[in-house]
Nanobody, 126 residues
């Protein structure tokens, strides 16, 4: 099982990036997917989650209205469109998957998720 995150980079404040998470080795359409991030010196935190069908989405308060999570099960991929980026969005972004949406979408990250990507760095300059 492999999750490959990509799409990170350096962007100015107010700019946009689109992250991708490509899945292989699992029946991705049976898994909820989520994005998480870890800033330097801080703990990893929940960003967004999406159900297996794409019909339900959840966001951290800090990104609501700016970030959009989506997925394409035919492409075995999940995405995170990030608009109006702020310097405080600077972090390594990770994707993860689990069959249970309630685990992936827990904003307190109280559950161990079995599958994680390697992370992609997003740097937002002021």
């Amino acid at each position: 099982v492999q999750l490959q995150a990509s799409g990170g980079g350096l962007v100015q404040a107010g700019g946009s990036l689109r992250l991708s998470c490509a899945a292989s080795g699992l029946a991705f359409n049976g898994y909820a997917a989520g994005w998480f991030r870890q800033a330097p010196g801080k703990e990893r935190e929940f960003v967004a989650a999406i159900s297996w069908s794409g019909g339900s989405t959840y966001y951290a308060d800090s990104v609501k209205g700016r970030f959009t999570i989506s997925r394409d099960n035919a492409e075995l991929a999940a995405y995170l469109q990030m608009n109006n980026l702020k310097p405080e969005d600077t972090a390594i972004y990770y994707c993860a998957a689990d069959p249970a949406l309630w685990k992936v979408s827990d904003p307190h990250m109280g559950y161990i998720l079995p599958y994680w990507g390697q992370g992609t760095l997003v740097t937002v300059s002021s």
